[in-house]
């Protein structure tokens, strides 16, 4: 007997979309979850080699180690556990400020890894992030200062606020701010809805005006949404410094 | 041809539960939506002759009209035009008060017909009830004057919560009072989960605890729990004032 | 027989948050569609009073034969066929232009009452609008044109995609474009998710980052969310050609 | 190579509500399902810090271990083997009673780790608990002694009936009490609707009036609603013997 | 301008079963509800000529007067306004017995129309058939005497149960009786799964063996099967009876 | 008062696509279930003045009236009473005929109307069309007769199978024969999965290779896709006789 | 530290039906799916001891370890891998044959399992069980024999036909013989409805009468209805003979 | 005790269709997902023996090993470990090339094992398969020099799109080419919707005509549509050659 693999051709797989960042504002983010680690290996390295930064998310424990002993002395790793992302930049370079102020929330502690991600790729795109973790629904009094804060003394451009369960949060903060919220709900429940389904369905209903939504988890769409909105002020701001 | 029509015999396609109120403590209600006109005025009597009082939901504008021709000069008519409601009643027939006390809020204007049905049978089973309409969750500074008039000066038993859109209200009040919350989900909303499941899904998923949910709509439902659980209360009160 | 209608007393059904657009910038907008003629008509009277202007949605045939009885004489009436929308002005009002500068593409014709109902909502936040309609997916060639005229000459800040059927075409406008997106969702489709689920869940899962959607034909969310992300925008420019 | 792990600062990606017992009459339960180990340990050390007790439910098998290793000799756990929940007091401390009285019925063997998680809250806020299990639909001749016996000698004042399956049984319960009955769904079941939704809907649907239901396998939540009932009934019966 | 119809050409669109009846034992039923008023008439034209006797179900308004004038003098009629069902007969022609017996219990009076249906089907294939409606599950009480009455004294030889709502009852009957028993889930409901989808998943899920299900409303697909069971019962009966 | 309507300007609402036939070799249908009887009538005009020829699909009974109006004397209109649809052509065109050869099988009278929309279709590809109507699946007899005549007499090229209810027949054909199939749902059923679902999902899960489908009731898109394949095969006989 | 646990007491929480049997005619199969080891065995013995027999579905391979263990030398143990289940036997005590005839078709090898879960049952219940399985729809051919032998030849009082996929075989069985048939949707798929709702969903649906379901998976449910109906009728032929 | 497993006997539980590729033009596959390894190698024997080969999809780890063991040195196997597929072949034999031409694009990198089983199905057809992974939707410049290398120099008959996510891809392909189109979603993607039914909603939503789906990551069957298609167009293609 013979036993032949055939496999599609390695580097013609994937066809990176090196120059996203530079024309929409927003870096690629490698999706691991669907791809086998050579794949995603492969094209980190030519991102690294391209652009000299590569973003992955959903990564596998496998993935992870198999990272670590591919670009060993070969680039800088930023590792955050809660969303299992990881960022590899050319050793030496960072990621300038674009001067975006973005505010994040969450109504749980089960929230943080997707609050996480989107703090990632703010982070990514130049932008400060403050985040404001835990402030809950049942318990509106733990809501007030963390939000004056924010619009206040932060003088956020945009708020994300990262809700599962009940996805009462984002409502809520929508009709109390004067500046655009950002929907994001997360697979924290149980029973009926309870995969994030209720938490995206009360927010698609939304009652206050000015909120919009990604999908369940979608840390990094809800960043990149948040990243260009807080952009786009920023540029403003500082042409009007530097006219 | 001969053309023979072949129903069921009149009398015997309905077996009211003429024994409910005194068994259960809350009446029957004749939901019409899915009966015949004849039917439901058929039992409609029965029950005005047995129990001296018939309740009748969801009527029809025709059914209202043969009400109207049916029970004139027999009984006394109160007729909700909110939730298409009606009660007769044996002329010279009163509820008699029970002592308990039910609060019932709404977040919005669209969300009366259903308090109003759950308001309509918590009074037939001799509650007080204090209604607080559309105080919204988008602007929660209109809530707690109301409820805290509810809590303190009337002191509800038992507050009710009608809320259709995110569904996001029940959960938010549930978070503040210490008595039971039920969750009434209407079915006002647009798009997908508008037609009330998106609040039903977030007040299942409430991170509020000491709530409990209906279905959508049932208002009647949400009656009959409020006014069990403030009648016991009530009679517990009684109890202790005259012993 | 006597017969009592009990209706919750007129004016204390409903709460109107008069305050909205001061401290959100969005004016409050009356959906009709779960309302009374009588309720809505009264809702109205009392913005007409209080902020000197009123904005109805999902206005039904006998409503807006309500209105014209009503008003006359009091107001000007913009009304638009379309969403079967009214704006009810002071006479002699005018809306202050702000400065937020938005675009609106549809993918069909049939897409047209919701980006109207975006578009009415963006005028009365003071933004100018630009609009490109049927821009189509099957046909990509109908694309480039009006998308290289909304960034270059009209320079907006944000733009709403409106699409029904497939949903793709939100996509392959924010796969292309530097600026906000916000998908708007329609009701145009047939067969298994063609009330506008498809494209919901189209949007909901886009490859291209930097899109955040609002719920199936929700114009009026799409409208908030742009006008207050091109506001703000407009806010920092004007700051930066009067300072 | 450097390899950074970026994680949010401890403390602070939790906000515990202390307060909620006293506020609410219901203590609050670590859901520990969606928190790291180290997350859910932080939390029940500051609630036993401050409250002197720490709930925690769906614990998991490498967080039960951690609980024993790292609370020994500092509080004393009851553990509940079925619902994998676990309670930690400061040793010494007791749970002082309330008088509300509560009974819990499953239609099944396989509905216990949910009535069990129930019954755990209700005597965390002091109320007595009657449980009867299996007690079934199909063979209602083993329903009316149990029934009658939680009624006439146990004289409870609410019930939480646990079903999973057809979830026949609350409404069955519900028709024949005079008492307010907490339907309780759980995840028992096969095919379509098998995780609890033809439960859940069928108590919805239910033809009998006086009966709430919660989320699937939501003890906590039946729990609470059923503590916060019978406590304030009991609440009624002391002050009226202390008067 | 010439507007020319195109139409497909008339008898050809229909490929009537006559054979049904002899090879299955169940008549053929001419579901009308998607036909046009000419396509039905032609059917049933057809069905009268060729079998004697045509059935139709789904009647419309419109239908029922063409019937009554397009058969006039031509065939006998039974008309059941509750289903909208007519029977269509040769003068003079009468349906045999077949000696099956089964019986037709109805939660609800609201659930007739479809019982009806599958009675109307029943007498049709010749069995004899019993029905009690209204059994109601809040309240069993109503229950026993006449499930002991079709049992003992009509002998039934299967049972078919129509519920809408909770669906309960199929599975409280089921769980009595040693019949086969077919659940018939009706319509009739409200809120969430109230079109009959709690009705239909509750009896899927039954905890009674000894029962099978038909589709939402499908009074004609519960007749049939329960036909053919008694049928066939009654066939070795008949044949013990004779040999 | 002043009632000002403000609508999009006419002509610039829709962008129609004059060039997919030719592109595409499929006709653009105006699908007019969603425009205004303005639009439709406006996109025809174009059609027919560009074209030749203007295909409008699912047409109201005032827009059907309105055409009749509004193209008497310039266009020969063909009306299919079935599928609500209408050719219109510039006087004395016709449609040349390319060679294609489809076949379109119902499993029921019911499913005409979308059967007929795909034919329509196909004919003004330029393909033969054969239909047989009818066939059914419980009762297979009925189909061998005809799909011989199909692949043996017609020598069809692909074939269409419209079905509701089970939507077992195209499951079934394509396991029989070896030229493609196009499964097409069709809206005819009752309860769970009664819209077209049922047959859609079966059809999804068909356990026979060589069948693609198209959504619910979508017959001018089986219509396309029998068309395009049908003529391609053509396409190639007719190079080979000439050749 | 204190390590409590807390466990409802060991023989109460299962209350067997042992009568089931007699009253019903279907013994009691212990659904070991949702239950502890423990309850299962401890279900079991009691079976065991009070009827000389134990029925065990879905028996994990821990549970099936324990079995062995536990009655070594005890009972007789009949062990099914398809389906995993088991039946203890008092040892020498054998099932007594009742005459029922069931016939079982599959539509594919995939089906297997709850075949013999249904055939396990039907044998329980004193059944002549013949089976046929992967007839296929995909190539009808290798229907026609085996059905005529079911008939003809075993003369079966019921059949069940067990499908996945597109669950379109128990119709195809339907609309050709004369005796009750029970659809038996499997998990059998992929993709859209893959886990059994295409199959179940097109059952519900069928066009041939006399056909009922169970839910997905019910191999146990299926037999059990099979059994009732086929002994009944086997019931009548031993009367008839003995007579 | 006594432990007998009792088994359906072996060979008669699979029914392989030998025929299939001679009567469709297709080879048949042995989905072996649900099957017992035992039957997955009894079945893949007789194909090797009868047909001289055997195609296995989703074959499982454990699956994979034993076919390696079972036919070393006696079949030839290719073995494809993105779908984890295998062909075992008679050594030395050949497939034939049968002349269709079919072009497979994907959207991402993770659609690849589903279309690389579409692939695998084709070639075993003896069509020529060109494939381009990766095109995108979000940055359509990716697009037009792959398809028009498709359409022009490697002039496919049909063209398979796999896409997840949005599953815009597939439509926007359509609307540019002039051959038949076949949509593979596949389960790539998050939250609501996000196991592949928003790209098979919007798929079956296609605005652009001439496009056809088949189920979630079913690339087998997508592969055998395809496959027909193009070797039909082959056919006629040698025939005018030779002729």
Excluded at 150 to 159: A, N, R
Excluded at 164 to 183: E, F, K, Q
Aim: hydrophobic fraction near 40%; aromatic fraction near 4%.
């Amino acid at each position: 007997m013979s036993w032949n693999e055939r496999t599609a051709a390695g580097g013609e797989v994937a066809r990176p979309d090196f120059e996203r960042h530079r024309r929409k504002g927003v870096p690629e983010v490698i999706l691991t979850e669907h791809k086998t680690v050579e794949q995603s290996l492969a094209i980190a390295r030519r991102f690294l080699e391209v652009n000299g930064r590569a973003i992955l998310s959903r990564v596998s424990p496998e993935l992870q180690e198999c990272l670590r002993a591919e670009f060993e002395g070969q680039a800088d790793v930023e590792w955050l556990p809660g969303p299992r992302a990881a960022v590899l930049r050319r050793p030496g370079d960072e990621q300038p400020l674009c001067g975006g102020r973005v505010g994040i929330l969450t109504a749980g502690t089960s929230d943080l890894p997707w609050a996480e991600e989107a703090a990632l790729l703010c982070r990514e795109m130049g932008c400060d992030v403050h985040t404001v973790y835990d402030v809950g629904v049942s318990g509106l009094h733990r809501l007030w200062e963390p939000l004056h804060h924010l619009l206040e003394e932060e003088q956020v451009d945009v708020i994300i606020v990262a809700a599962g369960m009940d996805g009462a949060l984002p409502s809520v903060v929508s009709g109390l701010v004067d500046v655009p919220v950002i929907g994001l709900p997360t697979s924290v429940g149980y029973g009926l809805g309870g995969r994030g389904e209720a938490a995206l369905l009360s927010m698609l209903q939304t009652c206050s005006p000015g909120m919009a939504v990604v999908n369940i988890d979608n840390g990094i769409g809800a960043g990149a949404m948040a990243g260009i909105i807080a952009n786009r002020a920023a540029e403003a701001r500082t042409a009007r410094l530097t006219s």
